[in-house]
């Protein structure tokens, strides 16, 4: 194939032509038709002249039409009762007086309330005596589910109060001496290492695998808000600071998937 220009018949293009080349331009010209006409018909406004396609808009105004009609019949219908009612008055054939326009208006038959059956069953009653018994928020059904897991112990020491759901001390505390390192109990990072007014020095980690540890009442903090730790790296030093202290000990809270868990369960601290 020559394509040559008319006035000087000079050659400006040429190429040989097969059935394979025929075939190949072709169905590459095929795909790319079919891929704009695709488009063009996907993300243009070309889409709503076709048949079964119809633009957001047409919808709303379709349903906000739909909406008018239905409230346009309702008024009719009341127009409609009212000029029932009021022709016998025009004509003279019946008083006023005698017109209840009340019962003239649309759904306008009142709602009967059998107040008798809104009245708790004995059952009902046993029931909700019995739920209400119970603690709203059940979090130690979990919390005492042991886990195959075992970490280091942030200090050993005697415990002086125990971890204790009745009394809601979520907690063990661990009485050692002043300046104790107190290390990290797993891998994790540092969320909060602030002080506190009531316990002291907080610090808490998180260990990734739904553990948080907390760490209370430090005389020293020596890590950062941010900060990644190492299983047993020293991470603050016991004290008896904030108002709710003691004296010298680690306030030490274990948490699993938000629930308060028994860190003597995981943790040997002697």
Known sequence: MVVLNEDTFEEKLSFKLTI??????????????????TVLIAYTPIREYIPGYASTKLKKDASRSVYQADSLKNRLQLLENYTNALRPILAGEQPISNVDFDSLKINSDPINIDERKLAASKNDSLFREKVESKDRFPLFDKAENKIDIVFFA????????????????????????????????EDGRVIFSEWTTETGYVLIIEHGTGFISVYKHNGVLLKQQGDFVKSGEAIATVGSTGELTTGPHLHFELWYNGYPVNPINYIDFK
């Open 154 to 185: 942030p200090i050993t020491g005697s415990i002086t109060q125990e971890f204790n759901i009745t009394n809601k001390h979520f907690a063990l505390d661990i009485s050692q001496k002043t300046g104790t390192p107190v290390k990290a109990i």
């Open 20 to 37: 394979l080349n025929i075939f190949v331009l072709s169905g590459i010209f095929s795909i790319v038709l079919v891929a704009l006409t």
